[in-house]
């Protein structure tokens, strides 16, 4: 029995948790003032840690702004009018305009595309910003455009102009907090709305937790 229950374990780890901490939010598309800026491309928009990760090029050069990067440091400089923002990957801490600013979460490099936290373009860029987990969509609207209503985010969808409100993501997430296997029980520790379903199978006999 001890024996079976290890290797329940051992799965649980491999097909349960996440790689890295970080999952990627498949097929997801990106709106600018209700025009989607990622026609017929695999955008990289992750989830890490419970916050949303966004291509950082291509947000900033639709906004009319120069995007340098530097492969030795890591370093991606963003300016506009005098305005110069610098960020490392794997680094918490960027600089604006020679200020220090501590992100929520580094940024990341994804097939040579630097994600960076969804908090930092609105708060950096100006923009209204929302996240729609069950459509993987990011919605930023420029103040005093004709998609800003007071609410975050907008679609065109059908060619039509539909107003999406603010969502937040972790109440479309589960989270695994933790697995432990001591006096042989399995524990997972979890947060959410999910209920786990636990199926039994066998050719090898063993349980299967969805």
């Known amino acids: 029995m001890k024996k079976f229950s290890l290797m329940l374990f051992l799965l649980l780890l491999v097909f349960v948790l996440p790689e890295?901490?970080?999952?990627?939010a498949g097929n997801s598309k990106i709106y600018l003032d209700g025009k989607e800026l990622t026609a017929g491309q695999n955008v990289p928009v992750e989830n890490v840690n419970d916050t949303i990760m966004v291509p950082l090029r291509l947000i900033s050069e639709s906004l009319g702004y120069n995007v340098g990067w530097d492969q030795k440091s890591k370093t991606v400089t963003i300016e506009q009018q005098g305005k110069v923002i610098k960020l490392v990957v794997n680094q918490k801490?960027?600089?604006v305009d020679d200020k220090t600013v501590t992100l929520t979460t580094a940024p990341?490099?994804?097939s040579n595309t630097t994600l960076v936290p969804i908090r930092f373009i609105s708060e950096q860029f100006?923009?209204?910003?929302?996240?729609?987990?069950?459509?993987?969509?990011?919605y930023l609207i420029t103040p005093g455009s004709s998609n800003d209503n007071g609410s975050s985010g907008?679609?065109?969808?059908?060619?039509?102009s539909e107003v999406v409100p603010p969502v937040d993501p972790s109440k479309n997430l589960t989270?695994?907090?933790g697995v432990s296997f001591?006096?042989?029980?399995?524990?997972?520790?979890m947060e959410g709305n999910s209920v786990p379903k636990v199926t039994v199978m066998t050719g090898p006999d063993r349980l299967v937790v969805d």
Request: hydrophobic share 40%; net charge positive.
């Open 20 to 24: 890295n901490g970080h999952a990627a």
């Open 93 to 95: 801490i960027a600089s």
């Open 108 to 110: 990341i490099l994804r």
């Open 126 to 138: 100006g923009l209204n910003v929302s996240w729609d987990n069950v459509k993987k969509s990011v």
């Open 154 to 160: 907008g679609n065109t969808e059908n060619g039509g």
């Open 175 to 177: 989270m695994v907090n």
């Open 182 to 189: 001591s006096e042989n029980r399995l524990s997972i520790a």
